[in-house]
Structure formats: C-alpha cells, structure tokens
C-alpha cells in the first residue's frame, strides 16, 4: 500500500505568519498534485508536480517536489484568513488508464484575521 | 480543465434505501473516478467509471453496492444501494484527461443516512 503521509494534521496561525506543509512517503510518484478544499465543496487543483526537484510558486504559495520524487512540501508566505482549507496532496503512480492518486490525509488550516 | 457538477448536492436518506447520484462533465474526459470521502477523513477511491463497460472496484468496494454506469464520455452515475448509516459520506466525481496528470473533482454529493 503506498501512504503518503501529511504533517502536520491540524495548523492554527494568525493572519501574516508563513507555514510549511508536508508530504512524505517511501514511494516514488510520477507526479504529486497539491488540493485545496473549503467546506461543502470539493477538491480545488492548485498545482501539479513531475520532476524531482520542481519548485513552482502560485502567488504566496511555493511548492516543492523532492529530488527523489517522493516528497513535497507546500509553504505559505503571509497567510491570509482566504488561505483556511483543508489542504490535500496526492501522489500518482503508473500510466495511461492505470494512473491512480493516492491521497494523504490532508491538513486542515485555519488562519486568524 | 474541466468543469464538473453533481446532482444532487446533498440528501438525507433513509436506512435500506438506494441513491443514484449524477455526474456530468462539460467536455469529453478519457477517465471519470468516483471517491468516497467520510466525515474528517481523505479521499478513498471506489471506483474508476469505464465507458460502455463495468467499472474497476477498488478493494473493498463491489457492485451490488456501488452499481456505476458510463453511458458516454461526459457522463457517468453512482448508486448507493440499502444504505446503512455507515455510508453516510461525501461521494466525489472525478475527471482526468488521458494525456494529462492533472485529476479535477465535482462539488461533491453529501449524503445522510438515518
């Protein structure tokens, strides 16, 4: 079973703070994708990785790919109370129709204004 | 990308009973998932949607009690069948493009059972 684990589970911070949000696992993912999700709604895409070492940035938020494709991290910059969500990432593995995401068990972020 | 929506966004059923629920996307998609994501928890898969043919199940999801059918390739339904408590959940459309790594999700069906 490939597990992708997500830490930490739950951040409380206060509007202006910068966080970190990681994801690990001992697998190798052809590419991982990081998901916003508010309440009563479903997963937003905000960005997906491929290459070991990728760092790609969406506005205030950077996201890491690990050199051995294993990991990523997402780090906020200024957290804004608009930044509240569960944040999910998700490793995919193998081809064509046998492509399947595996999901960690998310980050649940709240940030005070 | 793909825009995605789900009939019906929330229900509250009764114990025994079944709920079909729908999805419709607004362009032709290669691979349509349903999830299943409980009260706290992440994503579980139950299932890829195969056009004109029987789903996938993922282990521990048959069925007789998630029936699945893809008529075509913008649409697909999801059945819950003699609901029980226990499947009170949020059931998630899910669309991916064969070419493409990115995987876009509907709003979500939130389903009550009591």
């Known amino acids: 079973t490939q597990l992708l684990e997500q830490s930490p589970q739950f951040l409380s911070i206060q509007e202006g703070e910068n966080l970190t949000v990681y994801c690990n696992s001992s697998?190798?993912?052809?590419?991982l994708q990081w998901y916003r999700q508010e309440p009563g709604e479903g997963p937003v895409l905000l960005v997906t990785?491929?290459?070991?070492?990728e760092v790609k940035k969406l506005k205030r938020l950077t996201f890491q790919f690990g050199d051995a494709r294993k990991d990523s991290s997402l780090h906020i910059t200024a957290a804004q109370p608009g930044d509240t969500g569960l944040y999910l990432c998700?490793?995919?593995?193998?081809?064509?129709?046998?492509?399947?995401?595996?999901f960690g068990k998310g980050t649940l972020l709240t940030v005070n204004p | 990308s793909a825009v995605i929506s789900q009939k019906p966004s929330r229900d509250i059923c009764q114990r025994g009973t079944s709920l079909t629920i729908q999805c419709q996307v607004d362009s032709q998609v290669t691979m349509m998932f349903w999830y299943r994501q409980q009260p706290g928890q992440s994503l579980t898969l139950i299932a890829t949607a195969n056009q004109g043919s029987e789903a996938t199940y993922e282990s521990g999801f048959v069925i007789d009690k998630f029936p699945i059918s893809r008529p075509n390739l913008t649409f697909s339904t999801l059945t819950v069948s003699n609901m029980s408590p226990e499947d009170s959940s949020i059931y998630l459309c899910?669309?991916?493009?064969?070419?493409?790594?990115?995987?876009?999700f509907g709003p979500g069906t939130r389903l009550t059972v009591t």
């Open positions: 899910s669309v991916r493009f064969m070419s493409s790594y990115e995987q876009y």
């Open positions: 697998s190798v993912f052809s590419s």
């Open positions: 990785v491929v290459t070991g070492g």
């Open positions: 998700a490793g995919g593995r193998s081809g064509g129709s046998n492509y399947k995401l595996t």
